[in-house]
């Protein structure tokens, strides 16, 4: 009989892996679909939704673990190299943001996901300034933050939903 940790930790790497892999169906998806907003590089940002799922789910270590592998592989399989230094500069910006308001006990998922969305801009925003050694892309910030904010209120909302049901794969005291 195996014991409970064991299959505790088979258990949780098992629901990383099924969030990892929801990841990046979202990243292909978001890679294929047509959709112009008419402000360069903003999407949805779906894939965000993984990382929430596990900061909530399972904890830190966990979600940044999985934002990171994410960050990588949909980077490798669905973009390029330039793409993985502004999705990870976001990445890194938005998980900070996302793990401060949460410490803070006074965001609920959909705020925190919101900041998220928010600083995810910011950082990607910070690097194509210093890519193209232009300050005029300080125009697109408002818009930025606007889409950001939208687009983070919607992950945090399917997040909520999505929580309940997480907590049935979750094994972290963290929850």
Known sequence: MPSP???SGA???TAMGLLLT???MLSYIESILPIDFGIPGVKLGLANLSVVLA???FGVKEALTLNLVRVLLAGFLFGNLSMIFYSMAG???SFTAMLLCKKSGRFSITGVSMAGGVFHNIGQAMVAIWAVDALSIVYYVPALLIAGAVAGVL????AAVMRPYGKRLAVSDDT
Request: hydrophobic content about 55%; overall charge positive; charged content about 15%.
């Open 155 to 158: 992950n945090g909302l399917l």
């Open 55 to 57: 900061l909530y789910l």
């Open 11 to 13: 258990r949780k790497i």
């Open 22 to 24: 929801f990841a990046l």
């Open 5 to 7: 940790t064991r299959s």
């Open 91 to 93: 990445a890194l910006c």
